[in-house]
Nanobody, 118 residues
């Protein structure tokens, strides 16, 4: 089954941009719908963005619409999250999630910390 590893987290000032990457190994990413979630301290895990296996039907959480963009490159087994106009409330651990198409199986990465300073 697929294993996921996020990278690209770090510290950014409010108004700045940051891009996250999620590398998949162990299976073909084209077999999975992909999502980014985040979890801030003391809060539950929140859906940030999702994209179906074929790149269609992207969805975004209300708090990031117009600022964040999810993309994928199935040929490289990679998923990306490009974040712009970042806000302190975007501070969280960001997780990559893979949901296998037509199969009840989901995998998570270990997460990457994103901190936005005001």
């Amino acid at each position: 089954q697929v294993q996921l590893k996020e990278s690209g987290g770090g510290l950014v000032q409010a108004g700045g941009s940051l891009s996250l990457s999620c590398a998949a190994t162990g299976d073909l990413l084209v077999r999975y719908h992909m999502s980014w979630f985040r979890q801030a301290p003391g809060k539950g895990r929140e859906l940030v963005a999702s994209m179906r296996w074929n790149g269609e039907r992207t969805m975004y959480g209300d708090s990031v619409k117009g600022r964040f963009t999810i993309s994928r490159d199935n040929t490289k087994n990679m998923v990306y999250l490009h974040m712009t106009n970042m806000k302190p409330e975007d501070t969280a651990v960001y997780y990559c999630n893979a949901e296998k198409v037509n199969v009840s199986y989901s995998a998570w990465g270990q997460g990457t910390q994103v901190t936005v300073s005001s």
